[in-house]
């Protein structure tokens, strides 16, 4: 299951573990998921099935979760991969905008994580994936508000993964760094550079798929960014600051 089926992350990372298994794709215009369900299908799912989803209506994500447990139990894996990167320079003087970052990318992903984990708990196995990123380890100037949202979701899923130890049900966090998408096209577009070590969609798919498959509770893409962003939390901030993005 897929909440954020155009996710580019989250549609690759559901094709690394499709192979006999059905796939229900979360999305607005769940009737314009063909490319995204033809790429499933062909990665071995034995269908692919799409619902309407709205990360910012938060109202609904229960009822939603609650309906699609009761018709496709037992779900194995979870990804929650909705975002939004949004305007870093129009985010530090225009309010609304910083609020809807907020929300969708931290406000919204607990709303879809906490029913989920409800679920999972009462099935009694599975696993959540959800996407952070290493822009939250320790925020930087160049995308404090973006950052911010990562920071605070790293930490509820962090939290969330200790509350579900011993259930049966896992959560596997990614810590990705710069991902070369969609996503961050436009900035690209505009001039900036992709950071150090930075991966594709694909990539990030392939890292999440096999740290999946070990069992593990997260997972750094690429994990020379573990050690690396330990040693930056130590930079003194007048040299932080500084950083380019």
Do not use: C
Not at 36 to 58: C, N, Q, R
Request: proline share 4%.
């Amino acid at each position: 299951m897929v909440f954020g089926g155009r996710s580019e992350i989250g549609v690759a990372t559901a094709s690394r573990l499709a192979a006999g298994h059905r796939v229900v794709l979360a999305a607005r215009r769940p009737d314009d998921l063909a490319q995204e369900s033809a790429a499933l299908l062909a990665a071995g799912a034995t269908s692919v099935d799409t619902v309407e989803f709205d990360a910012d209506d938060i109202a609904s994500h229960p009822a939603l979760i609650d309906s699609l447990f009761q018709r496709d139990a037992p779900i194995d894996v979870a990804i929650v991969a909705f975002g939004i990167l949004g305007d870093a320079a129009r985010s530090e003087t225009d309010v609304e905008h910083a609020l809807q970052i907020a929300h969708t990318d931290y406000y919204a992903q607990i709303s879809v994580m906490t029913p989920l984990a409800v679920a999972l708990r009462r099935q009694g196995a599975g696993t959540i994936i959800a996407f952070s990123s290493v822009a939250g380890v320790r925020v930087r100037r160049a995308n404090y508000v973006y950052g911010s949202t990562k920071a605070g979701l790293d930490g509820f899923a962090s939290g969330l993964a200790d509350a579900l130890h011993g259930t049966g049900v896992n959560l596997l966090l990614a810590r990705p760094g710069f991902v070369i998408g969609s996503m961050t096209r436009e900035l690209m577009d505009s001039g900036v550079k992709p950071a150090p070590f930075s991966r594709t969609a694909d990539q990030v798919a392939d890292a999440v798929a096999k740290a999946y498959r070990r069992g593990r509770g997260e997972v750094w893409i690429p994990g020379v960014l573990r050690p690396m962003f330990f040693g930056m939390r130590l930079l003194p901030r007048a040299v932080w600051r500084r950083l380019p993005r």
